[in-house]
């Protein structure tokens, strides 16, 4: 008899459908740093964006605007000469604007990475020109729908393109007979002891709340490895 097992238990298997490793930049502000260099790192970022042809002026509504971090960043300046007098109440009026500073700082960063990802060939560029650090971020993405051969002749990795329970059925016709052969917790069911080199079909569909049954997908196909 067919050996059917759930995909869980047996761990990665040959031809599975591995999920892809989608890699991001994304814009960095190094703010756990000294006062000092939290005003430097202000002044250089409205240096390179003064001017800067990718951003014109003036921004999005919801976007800091430039004039205001210039603002802001003068009055930070100030609130640093204060609080160096150790005058009662400078040094917490210093943090509260250096704080002012970081919120429209990163404002003007939320900008920089919405520009970054619809060009992610120069992301880094981008973020450089802003005077932004910058970081690659990566991230599983989604496996694919299908039907892959296994490790072992005769196996199948099967993969539905949804999660949760399931039940699967199968078909060497493409659909004009076929049969239930189970279910999985998961959106991923593993099928042993089929003939080598034929062409097999399943499909799935999720098992919901209350009785429920979702569709049926689509039948997808793959020839059993000899």
Known sequence: ?????????????????VATIIKRIIAVLKWNISPEK????ARFVIQEMTGNPLFTIPYAAIITPLATLVTDTDLYDAALTLAATHADGT???AEVAGEVVHQDLISIMSMVQAKMDDDRVNAIVIASGAGFDTKTESKRG??????????????????????????????TDNGATFK??????????????????????Y???????????????????????A
């Open 142 to 171: 989604p496996r694919k729908a299908g039907v892959y051969q296994g490790n072992e002749p005769g196996s199948f990795v099967i993969h539905s393109d949804m999660t949760g329970q399931h039940e699967w059925q199968e078909s």
């Open 203 to 225: 499909r799935g569909r999720q098992v919901l709340t209350w009785g429920r049954k979702g569709e049926w997908g689509p039948w997808r196909s793959n020839t059993a490895p």
């Open 91 to 93: 040094a917490e009026a």
């Open 38 to 41: 939290r005003l430097k790192k």
């Open 1 to 17: 008899m067919p050996k059917i097992t759930i995909l869980g238990k047996l761990g990665l298997t040959k031809g599975m459908p």
């Open 180 to 201: 239930d052969i189970g279910s999985s917790s998961g959106g991923e069911y593993s099928v042993e002891g089929k003939i080598p080199d034929k062409r097999y079909y």
